[in-house]
C-alpha cells in the first residue's frame, strides 16, 4: 500500500514535470501577455519595458528555471490578469468545476445504470433501440449546441431555469463556497450539469450495456439461473455488482477527465471554474496560469487514477492494492 | 419409472443463414441413483442436451420436437415461472470451470444460501446450517473458515467441490455435470468424480455426466450415451460401450484416447469423421528452404549430443509485495531446476498445474530471467547474453502454446502471421519467395495454402494450432517448446496435431521439449521425461523406463491415478490402426 | 439665509423623492469586466465603462459629441496654450474626503506617468493649481485637442492614495500585473461605490448616497455586472430574464431581440473603424496606388455592413466617421469590380497575385467572417488569398512583427478625433516619434504626415477641419489602406430600461443617468 500511493506520488510528480515543461515550450506561441496588459495605442517601448520587467526577456532556461525553483515550494507564479498567485485563482475556481462535475456525475449515475441494465437484458426491446439510436445522437451533438439548446427551452421560452453562473452561494469554508445548499444554487447547477452529462451519459450506458451484455453471458450468471434465482435478483444483485466493477474503473477515470472536459460547458454557462478560466486565460494570454492549470489536471489525472484503483480493490476482493507482481 | 425421460428430442439453432440442427431425434432415460455418460466430441451436441432440459440454451437455440419428463412430469415447454422452481429444487447443475461458474465477488455463504433460499423454505439459520453442512459433505476442510471466503481463495479442485455442494444444496433428484473435471488436474480430476459418484449413490440421486473423456465414463459412469454430431450413436451400460462398442465412431473413438500402458509409433486417428483433414504434403527438406541454415544460426550440434542444457534454475515471484524486503513472500517457481535436451530428441517435462514446468519453459525462452543458474543452447550460455546477442538464439527456439487464439492478431491474415518472422528476421530474399515459404508451411501443416488469406477466428482450434507450429516452423527453429498444445482440443484433434508434430520432427530433424500434464500423451511423445511438483524435478527418466518402474512416491502415485480403463479391452480396435 | 433653506429642503426633497425612486437594481453583463479598480492601469473601453460608474471626469462626451461639464463647472481658454477650469464645489469622494484642486493635479500627474494614458497626455506641459477650486491645464504648444484629454481626467481621490497599504507598498503605485492597493481599492466621485468584486465572475455596485449630481434622473440603486463571455448565452440571459441590460449585441442575434416584445434594442453608427492594410515592403504590388485602388473596387463595403453586419456597420471610404473634423461628404464609397479589373490590368498584373492575409477571430465584430468574405472578393480580380485567422492573443505579435502581406485593423480614435486615426494608420512609421505604429502597410505620404502634425497645433477649428479633410482626401486618392465599415454599436435592454438616453458612440454608457421604470 505504502509503495503503491509512493509509486504513485513519483508518477505524479513526473506527469506534472512534463506538463511544465512543454507548456513553457509552447507558451511563447500562445500569444504575448503583455498585448493583453495595455491598451492598444500603447508604444511599442512602453510594452518591452513591461516585458523586460516580468522577465519575459530572459532565456528560456532562466525562466524555466525560476519557474521550477517557485514550483517546489508551491508557487507556481504568478496569474497576470486575476494578480494573484497561480495556485490560489485555481483553487478558488475548483469548487465550482467540481459541484458541476459532481452535478453530472449523479446525472449520468441515475440515468447510465438503469438504462444499461434494461439495454442489456432486453436487447431486442423496441426502447432499447431508441435508447441506444439517441446515444449515438448524444455523443455527436456538440456540448456547445446541447448548452445553447437547452439554454433556450428551458431558460428562454419556457423561464423556469437560470441560464447562467452559478447563483446563490454559501460560504463553506475558507474560499469554498457552494451553491448546493440554496436553491437557487441548484437551479444554477441543472442546465450545466445536464450539459456536462450529455456526452458522458451516452457512454457510461453503452459501456454498462456492454459490461451486464458480457456477465449475462458468463458462466456464473449461467450458473445462477441453474441454481434457480429469481431473474431480479440475477440482474440487479449479482450481474450488476459484476458489471459496476469495470464500469467503476472506466468509469471513474472518465468522470476524472471530466473535469478537463468541462471548459466548453462552464464557457456555454459562464460557470466561474476551472475550464472557463482556462479558456479566458488562453484568450489573454495568462501564460502562467495556463500552465499551472495543466500541470494542476495533470494532477488530478494522477489522483482519480490512484482513487479508482483503490476503491477497485476495495470492491473487488480477488485484486489486492499492494500489486507489483 | 424412470427420474429423467428425453424422448426425440430435437434443438435448433435459427439464424439468417437458415436453422442449424444441434440435436435430432435425440431419447434416453436416467434412473435414481444412476450416472449416465453422455459422450462425444465438440459440437456433438452433449452440452446442449443438458441445456435443453432445463430450458437455458443460449439464443436463439430452441427446443423443436420431443419432450422431457421429469419423474413423469413433462417439463419441456413449461412456463418460465414454473422451470425456475425445477432449476436447482429438483435439477442440479455443476459446470466445467469452476473457475468461472463462480461469482467472484460474492463469499461462498453468500451463493450457497442464495440457493437454498431460492429453492427451500426454511428459515435464514437453518440454511445457513445446510450451507454449512453441503460443504462438509463435499470435503471442505475448516468448512466454518472457508465458507466466509472468495472463490479466489479456493484451489481448482476445492471451487468445484463447492460447485457440487451448490448444485446439491437445495435437495435436486438430478444433477447434470457438465464435463465437471476437465479443468481439473489428475490428482483432482479422481476425487472430483469419486465425490460425485459416492454422493449420487448415497442420496439416491441420478446424474447426466457430459464429457468427452473416454476416462471418465469408465471410471464413474453406470450407462453411456455416445454422441456424434447432433446424433445419439450408440447406448448401452458401460461395460458394454467400452467392450463391445457397435458402431463405427464409438469405436474409433475408444482407439483414439492415448494409451498410458503401451507406447505405440503414432495415434490412432479418429478415421470415422468424414470430413477428414487433408493429408500433409511432404516436403523434400533437403532442397527446401526450411532445410537451409543461416548466417546467423548457432553452429549445429550433432544429433544426440546436448543442445540445450538447463543448469540449477532458480525462479521466485512475489506474491506480497512490501517495502521492507523481509515482509515480502515469493512463491518458488522453478526450484533448482537441472536437466539437458539432446538433439534430436523430445524431452518431456510432466507436472500438475502450479508444478512450474511452464515456468521452466519462459525461462528457456527468454521471457522471464532466471533468478540464478545457467541455460546453454548449443553451448553458448544463453542466460547472460544481452537482449540484442539472444536476437538469433531466440530465433530458433520456439513456442507453442496451449491456446495459440490469444497469441495471434486476430486482425492480421493468417499469411501475414507466419510471414512476420520470417521477414523480421530477414530469413528470405524476396517478397515473392516468403509467399512460397508461407504456402509451403500452409501445405505442410495441413491446412492448404489457400488457408493463408483467412483470418484466425475462422479458424477451429486444432487448425489454429497449426496455424500456430507453421508460425513456430517459419523461423526455421531447433527447438520447439510445446506447452500443453494440444490440453484444449478433442482426442481426434490431439492426435491428428501430435501426429503432425512428430511427423515435423522426424523429417526436420527438430528437438522438442514438450510440456503436457497428461501422463499418457508423454508416454506416447517423449524419448524422456521429467516429473515436476512444486518447481522442482522429483525424478528424471527414460519415458518408458519410468512409466514402468517409477521411483519417486509422487509419480506411482501420479500414475496410479490415471484413469483406469480397465473395461477397455482394445484387442480387435488396433486393426483399425494400420 | 433663506436661500440656503431653500436648497437644503430641494435637497432633502430630492433624497425623499429619489429614495422612493430608488432601490432599482440593474442587473448588466457585458462581455468582459474590468481588469482592475485602478482607472489608470489599462487604457480599454472596459476601464472607462467603470471611470463613468464610479467616477467623473471633468468634462464628459455628450450623444452629439459635444462638451458637458462634470466635475469642471466651466472652463475658458486663458491663452492659446492654457485652459482654466472652474470645479464643482460641495463634491465630496466615497472616502468623504472633499474634492479640489489638488486631487486634480494629482491624478493628471499619476495619468502621466500611466504607461497606458502617458501618450494622450503627451501634449500637456503641466497643470497649476490657481486655488481650491480652480486649475489649469497647459500644453507644450497651442493643443485644439485639450477638452478631448479632459475627458480622461476622472479625478481621484489624493488623500486615500496617500501612505503605505498593509504590504508596506505605496497606495498609489500604478501596477500592470501585481496586486496593488490602488487596484483592489477606489476612491471617487462616481455615482456608484464597489462593494464586491471577484475578478472574471461579478462586480456589484451600490449608489453612493452622496452623490454631488442631484439633478441626475438616475435611479438605479444597486448593480450587479457579470461578464458573460458568450454571445448566445448573454442575449439568452437577457431574453430569460436573467439580467436587465447587455452589451455587446452579436449581429446574429438583432432580429431576434429586434422582434422581441421583452425587449428594446439601441444602436448607435459607431465610431471604430475596421480597414485592411497593404504591405508596401512586402509585396512590390502594392506600392502601385492602381493596384491600391483596384483593391478598393474589388471590396464591396457596402454588402458586407449589409450582409454580414446586418445592418450594423455603416459602410466607410475614410477614417473619419461622421461628426468627426476630417469627416468629409464628398468621399464616397469605391465598388465597380470592371473598373477593378480594369485597373489591375493597367499596373501589369492582370494575370493576378499571391498574397497572404491575417485577422484576428475574437477581437472585432464577425473579424473572421469579413476577412474571409475580404478574401473571396479579391478572388474575383485574380488575387489569390491566403488567410490565416487567429485569437487575438496570437494575432497581435504576428501584426507586430507585419508577418503578413494584408492584415485587418481596427482602431478607434481615443481623443474622438480624426487626427488620431492617420497618427497611428496612416502616417509614416517612426519608432522614434511613435507616429505609424499601427501603419502595417507601411504608407507614407509627407505630405499627409505635415497637413495632420499642422493640425495638431491649429486651435482654429475651421482651419483644422480644412487640414483633415485634405489629409482624408489625400489617403483616399491614393488608397492608402482598405476602410470596410464603422463598426455600430449596439445594446440591448429590457422594456423598462430606459437606455436611449445614456449610450454613446464611444460606449461608455452613463449609467449614473440610467432610469429604470
Known amino acids: ?325 | 419409472m424412470a427420474l429423467l425421460e428425453v424422448n426425440n428430442l430435437k434443438i435448433e439453432f435459427p439464424s439468417r443463414h437458415g436453422v442449424a440442427v444441434a440435436v435430432e431425434d435425440v431419447s434416453f432415460e436416467v434412473n435414481p441413483g444412476e450416472i449416465l455418460g453422455l459422450v462425444g466430441e465438440s459440437g456433438a451436441g452433449k452440452s446442449t442436451i443438458g441445456n435443453a432440459i432445463i430450458d437455458l440454451l443460449s439464443p436463439p437455440g430452441r427446443v423443436a420436437g420431443g419432450d422431457v419428463f421429469l419423474k413423469g412430469e413433462k417439463i419441456s415447454s413449461l412456463p418460465a415461472s414454473r422451470i425456475r422452481q425445477i432449476r436447482g429444487a429438483e435439477i442440479g447443475f455443476i459446470f466445467q470451470d469452476p473457475m468461472t461458474s463462480l461469482n467472484p465477488l460474492f463469499t461462498v455463504e453468500e451463493q450457497l444460501m442464495e440457493t437454498i433460499l431460492a429453492n427451500l423454505d426454511v428459515t435464514q439459520e437453518s440454511a445457513k446450517q445446510k450451507a454449512l453442512n453441503m460443504l462438509e459433505q463435499v470435503g471442505i476442510p475448516e468448512p466454518e473458515i472457508r465458507i466466509k471466503q472468495y472463490p479466489h481463495q479456493f484451489s481448482g479442485g476445492m471451487r468445484q467441490r463447492v460447485g457440487i455442494a451448490i448444485a446439491l444444496s437445495a435437495d435436486p433428484a438430478l444433477i447434470i455435470a457438465d464435463e465437471p473435471t476437465t479443468a481439473l488436474d489428475v490428482s483432482i480430476q479422481d476425487q472430483i468424480l469419486q465425490l460425485i459418484r459416492s454422493l449420487c449413490k448415497k442420496r439416491q440421486v441420478g446424474c447426466i455426466l457430459v464429457t468427452h473423456d473416454m476416462g471418465v465414463i469408465a471410471n464413474i459412469t453406470d450407462r453411456v450415451a455416445v454422441m456424434y454430431q447432433g446424433n445419439l450413436v450408440e447406448s448401452g451400460t458401460t461395460e458394454q460401450i467400452l467392450q463391445r462398442p457397435e458402431h463405427p465412431y464409438t469405436k474409433s473413438l475408444i482407439s483414439a484416447v492415448p494409451r498410458a500402458d503401451v507406447k505405440l509409433k503414432r495415434f490412432p486417428l479418429v478415421n470415422y469423421i468424414e470430413k477428414a483433414s487433408v493429408g500433409f504434403s511432404q516436403i523434400d527438406v533437403s532442397n527446401h528452404w526450411l532445410g537451409q541454415t543461416s548466417a546467423s544460426d548457432v553452429s549445429s550440434v550433432a544429433k544426440g549430443e546436448d543442445l540445450l542444457r538447463v543448469e540449477h534454475v532458480n525462479l521466485r515471484f512475489i506474491t506480497k509485495n512490501a517495502l521492507l524486503a523481509k515482509n515480502r513472500r515469493y512463491i518458488q517457481a522453478s526450484d533448482d531446476v537441472s536437466f539437458t535436451v539432446k538433439k534430436g530428441e523430445t524431452f518431456g517435462l510432466v507436472g500438475e498445474s502450479g508444478s512450474g514446468k511452464s515456468t521452466i519453459a519462459r525461462v528457456i525462452a527468454g521471457i522471464y530471467p532466471p533468478e540464478s543458474g545457467r541455460i546453454f543452447f548449443a553451448d553458448q550460455e544463453i542466460s547472460a547474453m544481452s537482449e540484442r546477442e539472444r536476437r538469433p538464439i531466440r530465433r530458433q527456439i520456439q513456442m507453442v502454446f496451449q491456446n495459440p487464439y490469444s497469441s495471434m492478431n486476430p486482425r492480421m491474415r493468417v499469411q501475414d502471421i507466419i510471414a512476420e518472422p520470417i521477414y523480421f528476421h530477414k530469413l528470405a530474399g524476396s517478397r515473392k519467395e516468403v509467399e512460397m515459404i508461407v504456402g509451403d508451411l500452409l501445405d505442410h501443416v495441413g491446412l492448404g495454402r489457400r488457408a493463408g488469406i483467412k483470418f484466425p477466428h475462422e479458424f477451429s482450434g486444432g487448425q489454429r494450432q497449426r496455424i500456430s507450429i507453421a508460425r513456430a516452423l517459419a523461423t526455421r527453429p531447433q527447438l520447439l517448446i510445446c506447452d500443453e498444445p494440444t490440453s484444449a482440443l478433442d482426442v481426434s484433434v490431439q492426435a491428428q496435431i501430435l501426429n503432425l508434430l512428430k511427423d515435423l520432427q522426424d523429417e526436420l530433424g527438430l528437438t522438442m521439449l514438450f510440456i503436457s500434464h497428461d501422463l499418457p500423451v508423454i508416454r506416447q511423445m517423449c524419448d524422456r521425461v521429467s516429473v515436476m511438483r512444486y518447481g522442482k524435478i522429483l525424478e528424471q527418466n527414460e519415458t518408458e523406463a519410468l512409466f514402468i518402474s517409477p521411483q519417486h512416491d509422487y509419480t506411482k502415485n501420479l500414475l496410479a491415478l490415471i484413469p483406469h480403463m480397465d473395461h477397455l479391452s482394445r484387442e480387435g480396435l488396433m486393426v483399425q490402426q494400420g | 439665509m433663506r436661500r440656503g433653506a431653500a436648497l437644503l429642503a430641494s435637497a432633502l426633497l430630492a433624497t425623499t423623492l429619489s429614495a422612493g425612486a430608488f432601490a432599482k437594481t440593474l442587473k448588466v453583463a457585458y462581455d468582459a469586466d474590468p481588469v482592475s479598480l485602478d482607472l489608470h492601469e489599462q487604457l480599454s473601453g472596459g476601464t472607462l465603462q467603470l471611470s463613468h460608474m464610479v467616477g467623473d471626469p471633468l468634462v464628459r462626451w455628450t450623444q452629439e459629441l459635444k462638451f458637458e461639464g462634470r466635475l469642471a463647472e466651466r472652463w475658458e481658454r486663458i491663452d492659446d496654450r492654457t485652459m482654466r477650469f472652474y470645479l464643482r464645489k460641495g463634491v465630496k469622494f466615497h472616502s468623504g474626503n472633499e474634492f479640489t484642486a489638488l486631487d486634480v493635479k494629482w491624478t493628471f500627474n499619476r495619468l502621466r506617468t500611466s504607461p497606458d494614458f502617458k501618450a494622450i497626455f503627451a501634449p500637456f506641459e503641466s497643470a497649476k493649481v490657481v486655488d481650491r477650486y480652480t486649475i489649469d491645464l497647459v500644453t507644450n504648444k497651442p493643443y485644439p485637442l485639450l477638452l478631448n484629454v479632459a475627458t480622461y481626467v476622472f479625478p481621484l481621490d489624493s488623500k486615500f492614495y496617500t501612505g503605505f497599504d498593509e504590504n508596506g507598498k505605496s497606495k498609489d503605485a500604478l501596477v500592470k500585473h501585481g496586486n496593488s492597493y490602488a487596484s483592489r481599492n477606489f476612491s471617487g466621485t462616481g455615482p456608484f461605490i464597489v462593494t464586491q468584486r471577484e475578478q472574471g465572475v461579478k462586480v456589484e455596485f451600490k449608489r453612493y448616497d452622496d452623490y454631488w449630481d442631484k439633478k441626475s434622473p438616475g435611479n438605479v440603486s444597486e448593480i450587479i455586472l457579470t461578464p458573460i463571455k458568450e454571445d448566445a448565452t448573454r442575449v439568452s440571459a437577457l431574453l430569460a430574464g436573467d439580467v436587465d441590460f447587455i452589451s455587446p449585441v452579436p449581429p446574429t442575434d438583432y432580429d431576434r431581440l429586434e422582434k422581441s416584445d421583452k425587449v428594446d434594442m439601441v444602436t448607435l453608427d459607431g465610431t471604430r473603424i475596421i480597414t485592411f492594410q497593404l504591405n508596401q515592403k512586402r509585396v512590390e504590388a502594392f506600392k502601385n496606388p492602381k493596384v491600391r485602388l483596384a483593391i478598393d473596387y474589388a471590396i464591396n463595403n457596402a454588402g458586407i455592413a449589409k450582409k454580414l453586419m446586418k445592418g450594423l456597420g455603416t459602410p466607410a471610404a475614410q477614417h473619419s466617421p461622421k461628426g468627426y473634423m476630417g469627416y468629409s461628404e464628398d468621399i464616397k464609397l469605391r465598388y465597380d469590380l470592371k473598373k477593378a479589373k480594369q485597373l489591375m490590368k493597367e499596373a501589369g498584373y492582370e494575370k493576378g497575385l499571391k498574397v497572404t492575409m491575417m485577422a484576428p477571430n475574437n477581437r472585432y465584430v464577425n473579424d473572421a467572417k469579413i476577412a474571409q468574405a475580404v478574401a473571396n472578393m479579391l478572388a474575383k480580380i485574380n488575387i489569390q488569398v491566403d488567410l490565416k485567422t487567429m485569437p487575438k492573443a496570437q494575432y497581435w505579435p504576428e501584426f507586430d512583427k507585419r508577418a503578413a502581406d494584408i492584415m485587418m485593423l481596427g482602431w478607434h480614435a481615443d481623443t474622438e478625433d480624426s487626427a488620431n486615426f492617420i497618427e497611428f494608420l496612416a502616417m509614416c512609421p517612426n519608432s522614434e516619434t511613435g507616429f505609424g505604429q499601427y501603419n502595417s502597410g507601411n504608407y507614407c505620404n509627407p505630405e499627409v504626415d505635415k497637413l495632420v502634425l499642422q493640425s495638431s497645433e491649429e486651435t482654429d477649428l475651421a482651419k483644422r477641419q480644412t487640414l483633415l479633410q485634405k489629409a482624408e482626401k489625400i489617403l483616399y486618392d491614393e488608397a492608402a489602406f482598405i476602410p470596410l465599415h464603422w463598426q455600430d454599436l449596439a445594446w440591448a435592454a429590457k422594456k423598462n430600461v430606459q437606455l436611449a438616453p445614456v449610450v454613446n458612440v464611444m460606449n461608455f454608457p452613463y449609467v449614473g443617468d440610467l432610469v429604470v421604470k
Open chain 1, 1 to 325: 500500500m505504502i509503495i503503491f500511493l509512493l509509486k504513485r506520488l513519483l508518477q505524479a510528480v513526473v506527469v506534472m514535470f512534463i506538463i511544465s515543461l512543454i507548456g513553457f515550450t509552447i507558451k511563447d506561441s500562445l500569444g504575448d501577455p503583455v498585448r493583453e496588459m495595455v491598451g492598444e495605442s500603447v508604444s511599442e517601448e512602453e510594452r518591452e519595458a513591461l516585458r523586460e520587467k516580468l522577465g519575459l526577456n530572459d532565456p528560456f532556461i532562466v525562466q524555466y528555471g525560476r519557474f521550477l525553483k517557485g514550483a517546489v515550494q508551491g508557487d507556481l507564479g504568478q496569474s497576470y490578469f486575476y494578480k494573484k498567485p497561480v495556485t490560489d485563482v485555481i483553487l478558488s475556481k475548483l469548487p465550482a468545476t467540481l459541484e458541476l462535475v459532481f452535478g453530472a456525475t449523479l446525472i449520468i449515475i441515475f440515468f447510465s445504470v438503469p438504462l444499461g441494465v434494461y439495454c442489456a437484458i432486453k436487447p431486442r426491446s423496441w426502447l432499447t433501440k431508441f435508447i441506444m439510436g439517441a446515444s449515438i445522437v448524444g455523443i455527436s451533438v456538440p456540448v456547445f449546441l446541447t448548452g445553447i439548446f437547452l439554454m433556450f427551452i428551458f431558460g428562454v421560452i419556457l423561464d423556469y431555469l437560470p441560464v447562467f453562473g452559478r447563483g446563490e452561494l454559501i460560504s463553506v469554508w475558507g474560499p469554498w463556497e457552494t451553491g448546493l445548499f440554496t436553491l437557487d444554487g441548484l437551479a444554477h447547477l441543472i442546465l450545466p450539469s445536464i450539459t456536462l452529462s450529455s456526452l458522458m451519459l451516452p457512454l457510461f450506458i453503452r459501456l454498462i450495456r456492454s459490461e451486464m451484455t458480457e456477465v449475462l453471458h458468463s458462466e456464473y450468471i449461467k450458473f445462477a439461473w441453474a441454481k434457480g434465482l429469481d431473474k431480479y435478483r440475477i440482474w440487479f444483485r449479482l450481474a450488476l455488482k459484476n458489471t459496476m466493477l469495470p464500469v467503476i474503473t472506466v468509469g471513474g477515470v472518465q468522470i476524472g477527465t471530466m473535469v478537463a472536459y468541462t471548459i466548453l460547458t462552464e464557457t456555454v454557462f459562464q460557470w466561474p471554474g476551472m475550464g472557463f478560466m482556462f479558456l479566458e486565460a488562453i484568450n489573454r494570454s495568462d501564460t502562467p496560469l495556463i500552465i499551472g492549470y495543466l500541470v494542476f489536471v495533470g494532477l488530478i489525472f494522477v489522483i482519480t487514477n490512484t482513487l479508482v484503483d483503490l476503491i477497485y480493490g476495495f470492491i473487488d476482493p480477488t485484486i489486492k492494492v499492494a500489486g507489483g507482481k
